[in-house]
């Protein structure tokens, strides 16, 4: 049968085109709203700079307007969510990553469209009536949630430990059609404060004096209320859910003091996914489905761990270790345009320097510190610090990097601004100067052929390497 | 055939992407320019800011510079053509969908290396010479037509009442690579006024000011002319003509006074498509193979009719219908990235409060009149008020909105900035609040478990609903 | 085998999609992060702004910051380098299109990840070292060389003449993440003065004042040093590299004062690719196979000769010629969204007036000289005037324009914003005004049928006309 042959042929093509055009990390469809203000002459590792305390739990943001982030077009929140809290559902104008640092518990993505397929058994609900939801997540410590612009999202603590939540939102992705550069959350409940500020005030005051209007002020709204509900008519609110006025009132939330995580009474009586193990287990068995093509929205997964040693990428035994988290892995992550990078980095080894190809990067210190060096196109050294536990650090794309950790291991996370980011070592065995020719290198750097072979296959390792390295260097021997 | 089963499976997962791709609203191919000067206080339902009379037709256009077109990056006019009216061919800088408000007419899209399919019977022509075309398409009321960025087209109304138009440019949109914010209208014949006209001469003024130049003026030129003719040399169009200099100059149309929509007497003469409802019948009867596989360039619909009753995707007989028009049913969407929907409330009927997911949304009102409520992130009403028959008001992405007709029906057609505009319902069927958990509800609203579930459950209508709903609310019996 | 067929079919639905995808020249997914400053009030031919000599070369730039190439959101730059001259490795932050004005040579591009597949036969390494590298490509006059953005390259003249190079990056693409409007070059080796100079010194003062910050200053730099290596200590680079720090000092080229093209004595002896004869007979062989389905990033094409008469896609015999290299010829293009034109007009030939549908035109003048007018919407002449040998004038999107030869053959290169950049023609066989019917530009032009017929057929090529042209203007017999 050759045209069957053919036939499969032509498929496999086909497929070969889809996934290509996803591996390829430079293609064209990704693309973002806003070119950096990445004219920047100083770095810095950042704590945050904002701190709400809620009744069960505290959310810290960086200052979205500080230089490295505004070069990114990214926002960044921490948040610690304590044992049975709830946070309240909310969306934004920007898609995210969001990465969980610490704890375990469930998270529910309210996808529009979708049916409601967690059903409470008979008799579990109150005067026998049942309820229906969509799908609850389970997360634990490791886990990336990627959540796209626009849906909504609750999540809560369900284990013993706090859980503590690193996201950042890309604001300058194209999914937000909304704003320059501002993160705005959406809250469907609550009457929490603004997540981010951002000399707020200042700016409403002088935008108020320039255009030279006062800001509309709805009825019964004055910051007692901050859902987007409290913006509407209570009668209209009732008609719409064919519920009395009273409890029309309720979803305004007014005058709820206790913010945007609020802590659940003997715990959520929820109809519960299965253990994370069972959960992990169904995956892996419908593994060899796994490949972006068969999933719809619905059904898409939207979390993968990254943070367990045995998902590693590259794995130096002495050096350390790298998980990469792109759109092949979990495909939800080309329709938000981001990944993550997840590392370890023993005592005294080092990521050797390299350049981010077609992203930005935005280092989180999960653990421990590290020495950093950046370096612009002139050859500037835009940072050269230690980078800490909890700080944030902006590699603005091309820009050269090296990281080594100090007295003991450092642990990171990098969220990036592409769904295949990728880096370009300058030193190793997948090098940009392991690339040319040892003739170029020492016409380059004015040495011998020998010298330029040595700085070509002295190293043999990928990315990650360390002084104690048993590997041979002898590349001659290759 | 094991094989062939195989080959198959792989073919409707390669089919299946495609569809799967399109169809998630919420992709990344879709992009913009600019992003938006959002930072709203308060929307306004607004009326067109400027008109120009043409010797057989109205352009009237609504100033691009008000806050809520810069924010949501598109231009808005709307167009009123005598029959006998012809709109001189145009092109824009931005892409665009034009509704049929009203009227009946034929109109030409010039694609560039299609073929001329349509001729002229034998001794139709003048002197026994044929002429050929390319195709002309006829439109109705109710119909969308989508046009490209720097496609031209004119348009003819050959019926017997007025054709009234309402287009929206898409400025923000990334097939323009031109221009800040400011629609451009590229004449080929006439002599018109710009269509949008932006305190104009002021900003010119300032310009020059500022860069200390004059603007350059060609020759044979001075307001007497302003097709893209005019700037060309007499000879030079002779020669790329091969016509005398005195056809030549007709090209410019100096000192042409009609406007760009002008009459023709006695009306136009040309080969026209066969009857709008031969046409459809057509279409339908190719049903099957309008996947928007096969379509290319110069045989793609640019037309498809959402006015009919019977084209309605949702339907509540005591509340309304709505009908949508994205890439799914007429593909050349996907190329311009926007979408339509068109809606009839019934008295007293509600849309629910609901948000555009990825979208904006520029509502257009055709009949009648509604009170709507629109608010942004930090439960600010923005919007409280009556939107009438020929105002536009523009609801943000993300933001929330409630519609409620007043005393009459109330009919719109609203433009969004994607080709599959998602929204989503606070309340009734498919909302955000019913896919989550009732004991969700119950802890962040601070109500009973019971309270919840009625929350939930007790609006089962989709999107639209009606106090006269004869639907039981009784969610139980469900 | 009934189900065959449809496999089939549907298969090659599913090729066609693709294929179609890409053609239509008006898809979305092509988008860019700045919308032009386009209020050009004139446009001008402009000669390099800059020049920097090195030891074997000379780069000359034209200034990003004219109004033209902020419209276009594009940087030029002219390379002249010299027989055995060595263009040091870099990278930008914006893809590129490199045109082959003069001579031959070759180069290496740095993809990350790639295989080393060149390699040195045995005894030819000194020491009995075999060295390894990837791909190195010839190129000859005429060529287009495609660059990623964030790819690093090197580039050496292995031929007797000077090679002459333009280039141009599309800062405004999104690949670029990084920057408003500033293309950056990085050099992984040498100490050469930036390519681009932008009245840099004083906006750079300006920033400091604004922000009142120092710009910090790294160790072991004070502009005796702008590589990539420069910014990190040596001790770092040591470990990296796993050299002595002597060894690691030399990466840094302190103080070398060779520039970005340096000389290679006794010249460059490397494992060369097959004569460039073998390399396109081989190409061509594999003619059937070059459809980029079965390409990857490490195989892909970065190379096409436009410059052979022979590849000409529009050919007038009296007037001249027209070659088109868009991503269906290659796909790389695809992933850098640029296509690029080369053209001859014979002495006293035209190309018919016409608008850039979809793309922004930056042409570059080859030889020779012609002119040219250039429209914007109002009919105002922005341009009109020679263009000649050595400059570049930009075209933007929409506006019209028309070129015709002065006293002698002109011939351009022109680099478009778009990898499917379209033109419609005003004149000729696949005109606009040929695509309507006669009794439409009667009645716009206020002219006779016939008179409108005439402009219609009497030009019957494509594109490029002469007056000397045989072929009959009496369309009245086609």
Tied chains: 1, 2, 3.
């Excluded at 026998?128 to 997360?139: A, E, I, Y």
């Excluded at 004055?222 to 064919?242: P, W």
């Excluded at 090296?402 to 007295?407: T, Y």
């Excluded at 296959?457 to 002084?467: A, C, D, K, N």
């Amino acid at each position: 049968m050759p045209s069957m042959v053919k036939t499969n042929a032509l498929l496999s093509f086909s497929l070969f085109l889809v996934l290509f055009h996803g591996s390829l990390g430079l293609t064209a469809d990704r693309s973002r709203n806003h070119q950096g203000q990445c004219q920047l002459d100083r770095l810095n590792a950042l704590k945050p700079d904002n701190r709400v305390r809620s009744e069960a739990g505290l959310t810290e943001s960086w200052d979205p307007s500080h230089d490295q982030f505004q070069c990114a077009g990214v926002a960044v929140v921490r948040r610690t969510i304590e044992p049975n809290g709830l946070l309240l559902p909310s969306y934004s104008n920007a898609p995210q990553l969001i990465y969980i640092v610490q704890g375990r518990g469930v998270a529910g993505t309210l996808m529009p469209g979708c049916p409601e397929t967690f059903q409470e058994s008979q008799g579990q609900g109150s005067r026998g009536l049942q309820d229906q939801h969509q799908k609850v997540h389970r997360f634990r410590e490791g886990d990336v949630i990627a959540l796209p612009a626009g849906v909504a999202q609750w999540c809560y603590n369900d284990g013993n430990e706090r859980v503590i939540t690193v996201a950042v939102l890309d604001v300058a992705n194209n999914a937000n059609q909304l704003d320059d550069m501002s993160p705005r959350n959406f809250y469907l409940a609550g009457n929490p404060q603004e997540d981010f500020q951002q000399e707020q005030g200042q700016s409403r005051q002088r935008r108020e004096q320039r255009t030279g209007r006062q800001p509309f002020r709805g009825h019964d709204q004055q910051q007692q209320c901050s859902n987007i509900f409290c913006g509407m008519e209570t009668s209209l609110l009732a008609e719409a859910f064919k519920v009395d006025e009273q409890v029309a009132r309720r979803l305004q939330n007014e005058s709820d003091r206790r913010g945007n995580i609020v802590k659940v009474k003997g715990g959520l009586q929820i109809v519960m996914p299965p253990s994370l193990r069972q959960e992990e287990h169904e995956q892996e068995h419908r593994g060899e489905h796994r490949n972006g093509l068969e999933e719809t929205m619905c059904t898409m997964r939207i979390r993968e761990n990254i943070g367990d040693a045995s998902r590693a990428d590259v794995f130096t035994p002495e050096a350390g270790r790298i998980s990469t988290l792109n759109s092949h892995k979990l495909p939800i992550l080309r329709h938000i345009q981001l990944s993550a990078e997840r590392g370890v980095l023993y005592n005294e080894a080092m990521m050797v320097p390299h350049w981010n190809l077609n992203a930005h990067s935005i280092i989180y210190g999960i653990r421990g510190q590290a020495h950093v060096q950046v370096v612009d196109h002139s050859g500037r050294t835009v940072f050269d610090g230690e980078m800490r536990e909890g700080q944030v650090l902006t590699v603005p794309q091309n820009f050269a990097v090296v990281k080594r950790s100090d007295q003991q291991n450092f642990e990171w996370v990098s969220f990036k601004t592409n769904d295949n980011a990728m880096i370009s070592p300058l030193a190793g065995r997948t090098s940009a100067l392991r690339a040319m020719p040892a003739e170029v290198l020492a016409n380059a750097f004015r040495i011998s052929v020998e010298d330029a072979r040595r700085i070509k296959f002295e190293r043999q390792e990928t990315t990650l390497i360390s002084r104690r390295s048993t590997r041979s260097g002898n590349w001659a021997e290759a």
